[in-house]
């Protein structure tokens, strides 16, 4: 048997940890084990900025690729003081799994650099990312590593990158990033498709237990781009938001919320301007309440470990569709398995926006764009695809939703390995 890797590095460990427990219990070779727990390249780089007082500062930059077994790597940028190599393999391998479930041919990727993007200014920020962006491009492109936004970047940070290297090759060469404006090679659709894909599970969850959305009673943390859509789909197809939340304050109203409402005077706001907002008809309550009010379901899509020990007991929720990245520690997921709480995991349900990017490199590829319609339609077959293929595994093997998604995934991107041979 291979040793088994370990880190120091919580969230290395943990998806490494995730890794073997369900590889081992697929019964994958030691060989495939040894290849998928090792990423395919770990990319430091020095990125020096003269600041705008003249100064000069190095920060540190990295890019992970984990997989290319299924086809480029693909996953974020991000910008964020304690990011560190580690943290990026963690992400990159998740995101292997995230887009070998989500059935586009990509492999996993994560990569950004260590600095506090709130301290610096556009100008610094901008010659952060192109000298970033030269240093890391012999491994950036259409067909190697698909970058996209993550933590702290944008469509902004995109195109710089994307112009950098451009100017490099001497061509440009849009497909090489997703998450780009719309007005300069970016998708319609891309900006709801997060929460247009979670709101699809959650429907498709409903619909494979017979139960009509007009009668279900749903609760969304966060109200930024997930969770805000997530509302918007949710109610348009019938279901009632009984509570929203963001940073601040918890909007609660047993008789439904009007989200149309909550968006004018939420959505795109300061801190600020949210401080003294109510919604007509809702009581106002702590930011963490929403997680334990009386409904049907739960959509936690602000941030990560929100559902843990100690407020997992406290949840009144049947189904949680997780919209943020790992809203729920593994020992709140026991406790709410044990409580009989069915959970839709989160490479599931918040893939809309990577099969988004997905269009928008197919799109690029062309140079041919779609409508907003056409994007959606085929972001909608691909997610109840993906749905209902997890949730025939799940019933067919008595396992948690979670585990079954695990399993597809990590048998897509082995059987790859297999047909490609060691030589990767
Ligand atoms: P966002 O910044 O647009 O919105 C986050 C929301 O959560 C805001 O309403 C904010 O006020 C609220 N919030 C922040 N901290 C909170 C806290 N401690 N308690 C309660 N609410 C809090 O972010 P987003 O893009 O909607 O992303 C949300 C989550 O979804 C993140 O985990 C992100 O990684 C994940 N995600 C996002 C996308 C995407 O396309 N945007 C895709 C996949 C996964």
């Not at 404006?181 to 659709?189: D, E, L, N, T, V």
């Not at 990245?325 to 709410?336: K, M, R, S, V, Y």
Request: include cysteine; proline fraction near 4%; aromatic fraction near 8%.
């Amino acid at each position: 048997m291979n040793e088994r890797r370990k880190s120091e590095n919580v969230l290395l460990n943990t998806a490494l940890q995730d890794f073997y427990g369900a590889a081992e219990e697929m019964g994958l070779s030691e060989n495939q084990i040894a290849i998928l727990s090792n990423s395919e390249r770990r990319l430091e780089v020095s990125v020096p900025v003269e600041m705008d007082d003249g100064s000069l500062r190095v920060f540190k930059g990295y890019r992970v690729q984990h997989s290319t077994a299924l086809g480029p790597s693909k996953g974020g940028i991000r910008y964020a003081a304690d990011l560190n190599v580690d943290e990026c393999e963690a992400l990159a391998m998740l995101m292997t799994w995230k887009c070998s479930l989500a059935g586009i041919p990509y492999g996993g990727g994560k990569g950004g650099i260590a600095c506090n993007p709130f301290s610096m200014s556009k100008r610094e920020k901008e010659r952060m990312s192109r000298t970033f962006a030269a240093r890391i491009s012999p491994n950036i492109g259409r067909w190697s590593d698909v970058p996209a936004p993550d933590m702290n970047t944008g469509g902004q940070e995109m195109v710089w990158i994307m112009d950098t290297i451009s100017k490099m090759r001497g061509q440009i060469e849009p497909a090489q990033l997703t998450g780009k404006p719309i007005s300069y090679w970016g998708a319609r659709g891309r900006n709801e498709a997060s929460g247009l894909g979670a709101a699809t599970c959650g429907l498709e969850l409903m619909k494979a237990l017979g139960k009509d959305p007009a009668k279900m009673r749903v609760a969304i943390q966060g109200f930024g781009n997930v969770g805000s859509f997530t509302a918007k789909h949710l109610s348009s197809a019938g279901a009632t938001v009984v509570a929203i939340s963001d940073s601040l304050a918890t909007y609660y109203s047993p008789k439904g919320i009007d989200v149309n409402m909550a968006f004018e005077r939420l959505c795109g706001r300061s801190r600020k301007e949210r401080e003294g907002v109510t919604l007509d008809g809702c009581e106002k309550l702590g930011p963490s309440d929403v997680l334990f009010v009386d409904c049907d379901f739960l959509f936690p899509c602000a941030v990560q470990g929100v559902l843990n020990r100690d407020t997992a007991p406290k949840v009144k929720a049947k189904y949680i569709v997780e919209g943020a990245n790992g809203p729920i520690t593994p020992e709140g997921d026991a406790i709410l398995n044990d409580a009989g709480v069915l959970i839709v995991p989160d490479f599931l349900a918040n893939s809309g926006g990577v099969i988004s990017s997905y269009f928008e490199w197919a799109q690029n590829l062309q140079g041919f764009f779609w409508t907003e319609e056409e994007h959606n339609e085929r972001l909608l077959r691909l997610i109840r695809e993906n749905f209902k293929r997890v949730w025939d595994q799940s019933q067919a093997k008595k396992a948690t939703m979670r585990r079954a998604a695990y399993v597809a995934a990590i048998q897509r991107v082995a059987d790859a390995v297999e047909l490609r041979g060691n030589f990767l």
